[in-house]
């Protein structure tokens, strides 16, 4: 697609619910991101994946956060429990290469809310 | 402490005008990116601009410049002929190291341009 598309777009949910976020990214970026954006806050990093393999997971806040990307397309951000923490816009970012010194793209995020 | 620091939560500038926006980091890697984001109210993050931490000149792209004081570790946003679109929440990110995937993100400064 023309751009990185992320769904849905909101997502409530009861807390204790588990939640599945979806990322299409541009077809063929290699490097996919995911962010976590709390209300007036900046973006805080995730996981990051080259193709399928997840290469960095040091930012998943608890063993409840789990991402996937099987086939090196698109990504799932899975979330068990869900806490009222847990409410934040999620972001998805790909990029064409590793080296992203051009800026990813990022998709328009998935606001969360855990009431 | 701080990595992305971003002093000025609200500015205000008058439409044709030029202004900018305060970004320090802090970093002990010889090698590193510096990024600005623009996120408008649909809430997407749009890539603005790029210096990498050996680039001899300022980066300029359409009315975006980058005056990059690398003593000072300063990374200030200069946008010049403000817009009324040009209001919205501005992000500065560092990616250190090379080959770094991350991003780290300042708390941004909310740009208000008035007519």
């Known amino acids: 697609g023309a751009g990185v598309s992320q769904s849905p777009r909101y997502k409530v949910a009861k807390r204790g619910q588990d939640v599945a976020l979806r990322c299409d990214p541009i077809?063929?970026?290699?490097?996919l991101f995911w962010y976590q954006q709390a209300l007036g806050q900046g973006p805080e990093f995730l996981t990051y994946?080259?193709?399928?393999?997840?290469?960095?997971k040091s930012g998943l806040p608890s063993d409840r956060f789990f991402a996937e990307r099987p086939e090196g397309s698109v990504s799932t951000l899975k979330i068990q429990r869900t806490q009222q923490e847990d409410s934040a816009v999620y972001l998805c970012?790909?990029?064409?290469?590793?080296?992203?010194?051009?800026?990813?793209?990022f998709g328009s995020g998935t606001r969360l809310t855990v009431v | 402490a701080q990595k992305i620091t971003q002093t000025q939560p609200g500015m205000f500038v008058q439409e044709k005008e030029a202004v900018t926006l305060d970004c320090t980091y802090d970093?002990?890697?010889?090698?590193?990116?510096l990024f600005w984001y623009k996120q408008p109210s649909s809430g997407e993050m749009i890539f603005l601009i790029y210096?990498?931490?050996?680039?001899?000149q300022n980066a300029t792209e359409g009315r975006y410049s980058l005056n990059f004081q690398k003593a000072r570790k300063s990374a200030n946003l200069v946008i010049s002929a403000s817009q009324l679109g040009d209001s919205a929440m501005y992000f500065c990110?560092?990616?250190?190291?090379?080959?770094?995937?991350?991003?780290?993100f300042g708390e941004g400064t909310q740009l208000t341009v008035n007519p």
């Open positions: 990110a560092m990616r250190e190291g090379v080959g770094g995937s991350r991003l780290t």
């Open positions: 970093t002990s890697d010889p090698s590193y990116g």
């Open positions: 994946f080259q193709n399928e393999a997840q290469l960095d």
């Open positions: 077809s063929g970026h290699v490097s």
């Open positions: 970012a790909s990029s064409p290469a590793l080296k992203v010194d051009y800026g990813y793209t």
């Open positions: 210096q990498g931490s050996y680039d001899q």
